[in-house]
């Protein structure tokens, strides 16, 4: 009878076949192909997106999902895209990655991919880690990252999914109904291991 409960209730919410632990033990985790061990074998095993400078309203956005190449950060496995960028030694970069919800955020239970970015630098380095700069609603979690370039060269923006946190709470929001505050409604937003992300940077005149 606990069994027949749980698989009505499955079947009912939609939710034990494509939850997004589901989603990343088999898709991601048990998917055919190669899995980066480092950073630089990262960079290798992709062709680099040219990062966008300055794109204006109309961002461009790439899925990231089961068709894109596997890096293994050690506590968890990602799907991840890279993005490439030349600074000189000393120039200012404003990096920044936007996490969309999925469907618009039409969906009853709402899902984006949670960031996980590394700046590095030619030889796998890691430059920047922890983001300068984070703000999430529901239906958009925004990171950047500010700095110096240490050298002349080209450097490479990876961005992955952060597994770690695979289906749990990532946004609480309060949505208006009515546009009235007195008809609020908390809304969740949940970590899913694909999603679609905006990439870009800002020069320093902007």
Known sequence: MRRLITLATCLLLGACA???QSIYEH???SAQGPI???NLEAIHNTQAIPLPVNPGLLLPVWPIG???PRVDFGSSISNYRVFSLQLNKGERYALNVNSLCHNACLDFNKFALKPRALLLDAYGTVIASQPSRASAVVGQISMGWDGEA???GTYYLLVAADNEDTGKTIVIDN???NNSPLM???VDMHSAPFGQINAFSTSNDE
């Open 175 to 177: 949505i208006w109904i």
């Open 150 to 152: 240490p050298e002349d």
């Open 18 to 20: 494509n939850s997004p």
């Open 184 to 186: 609020a409604v908390k």
């Open 36 to 38: 980066a061990k480092s």
């Open 66 to 68: 089961a068709d894109q």
């Open 27 to 29: 898709a991601v985790r």
